[in-house]
């Protein structure tokens, strides 16, 4: 199913857009919304990740460095999900930091998700004033409604961590269902 993106700069425009393209043609639809599905005016997201389920294409998990405001550069790892194959949206809020990090923001979202629609969520929480760094994965098995703390593939550290990345093996071979995982480290 063909989707059209738009990798929207922070504080430019405060939007989110994933559509479907066979479902709404060239209008885009918002993800980052409150409850009742409307914009959340002055907040600002962007580097935007997205994972389809093998398992029921409809069901569409995307997630995002997540700003309250456009004046702000504190991010937190923004998610949202669809059962409907991105034509309304719910958008939960953000992932809670794992333990150990206190007032720390998350960068770096990367979605994917194995075979049997479990979903995965490799997130890069930090706090510049104490030095924290480190890189989390979270899991998902109720389609990106909610989730919870994997483990950590770089814990705690005074070590800088950056641009974390991870896939699925899904080739069906004698790796498959392992996350391979990679990212940067030293200094920023």
């Known amino acids: 199913m063909p989707y059209r993106f738009s990798n929207l700069a922070r504080g430019l425009v405060p939007l989110l857009w ?43 998990v995307i997630g995002w460095r997540q700003f309250d405001t ?3 550069d504190f991010r937190k790892a923004g998610y949202g999900y669809t059962d409907d194959g991105g034509v309304n949206w719910t958008f939960p809020g953000t992932l809670p930091l794992p333990p150990g990090f206190v007032n720390a923001g998350q960068t770096d979202p990367v979605l994917g998700v194995d075979r049997g629609g479990r979903f995965l969520y490799w997130s890069e929480p930090f706090n510049t004033t104490t030095s924290q760094h480190g ?50 480290s030293g200094s920023p």
């Open 70 to 72: 456009v004046a702000s």
């Open 18 to 60: 994933a559509c479907p393209a066979t479902v709404c043609g060239q209008r885009g639809v918002q993800v980052n919304v409150d409850a009742f599905g409307r914009d959340i005016i002055g907040d600002a997201a962007n580097e935007p990740s997205l994972a389809v389920s093998p398992t029921d294409r409809q069901r569409i």
């Open 135 to 184: 890189m989390y994965l979270y899991q998902s098995f109720n389609g990106g409604a909610s989730w919870g703390i994997v483990g950590a593939a770089v814990p705690l550290t005074s070590e800088f961590v950056d641009k974390g990345w991870f896939t699925v093996d899904d080739t069906g071979g004698a790796g498959d269902g392992i996350l391979h995982g990679c990212w940067t």
